[in-house]
């Protein structure tokens, strides 16, 4: 079973920066992509950005393209989500996504079989 553990959320002024961490529990080689998804209170869990473990391919959200980068560092097992100039609109519960099918970087909730718990970002205006 892949366990993933987010990190790195808090509360941050609007135009500030913030770098989410997920660690997973499983070596790179059995997973092939990682994403990030978000939730807003009332709202569904919407993508934000994903990438295979060779970093060769990556997606992004329209709303997010220019102001987060998503990276991986395979020795680490470790997918991060650098977000730079941050607006209130990005306040939402961030989750981590693993996905083992060869191929697929999925850029939707049904292509993930395994999540984190969750990690809090707040943008204050």
């Known amino acids: 079973q892949v366990q993933l553990v987010e990190s790195g959320g808090g509360l941050v002024q609007a135009g500030g920066s913030l770098r989410l961490s997920c660690a997973a529990s499983e070596r790179t080689f059995r997973l092939y992509a990682m994403g990030w998804f978000r939730q807003a209170p009332g709202k569904e869990r919407d993508f934000v950005a994903a990438?295979?473990?060779?970093?060769?391919?990556?997606y992004y959200a329209d709303s997010v393209k220019g102001r987060f980068t998503i990276t991986t560092v395979n020795a680490k097992n470790t997918v991060y989500l650098q977000m730079n100039s941050l607006k209130p609109e990005d306040t939402a519960v961030y989750y981590c996504?693993?996905?083992?099918?060869?191929?697929?970087?999925?850029?939707?909730?049904?292509?993930?079989?395994?999540w984190g718990q969750g990690t809090q970002v707040t943008v204050s205006s």
């Open positions: 990438i295979n473990w060779s970093g060769s391919t990556t």
């Open positions: 996504a693993a996905e083992a099918k060869w191929g697929v970087v999925p850029v939707s909730t049904v292509g993930y079989d395994y």
